[in-house]
Nanobody
Framework: QVQLVESGGGLVQAGGSLRLSCAAS????????MGWFRQAPGKEREFVGA????????YYAESVKGRFTISRDYAENTVYLQMNSLKPKDTAVYYC??????????????????WGQGTQVTVSS
């Protein structure tokens, strides 16, 4: 049974940093893309970024490019989302997701097969 478990969310002041973790289990993810999405209150879930488990190519939404970095740890089977220079508009529930996805679909929610339960990130002004 595939499980994705996010952790690391919390309350931080604007300009601060947080690192989210997504611990993956239940299968081999070598052919998978690991994505991060977020959903703010009253808004649709949106793509934040993604990383190819093999090769490590990463992709980011324009709104977070230069501030957020995604990485993965093979030994720990964990993907990280390092968030720097946080802004109040980054406040959302952040979700980890996994799927076997072509590049053109990497920002599309329906392309991902597995999802975590989400972790809340709140950025105060």
């Amino acid at each position: 049974q595939v499980q994705l478990v996010e952790s690391g969310g919390g309350l931080v002041q604007a300009g601060g940093s947080l690192r989210l973790s997504c611990a993956a289990s239940g299968r081999t993810f070598s052919s998978y893309t690991m994505g991060w999405f977020r959903q703010a209150p009253g808004k649709e879930r949106e793509f934040v970024g993604a990383i190819r488990w093999t090769g490590g190519s990463s992709y980011y939404a324009e709104s977070v490019k230069g501030r957020f970095t995604i990485s993965r740890d093979y030994a720990e089977n964990t993907v990280y989302l390092q968030m720097n220079s946080l802004k109040p508009k980054d406040t959302a529930v952040y979700y980890c997701a996994a799927g076997v996805i072509p590049v053109f679909g990497i920002a599309t929610m329906s392309q991902y097969d597995y999802w975590g339960q989400g972790t809340q990130v709140t950025v105060s002004s």
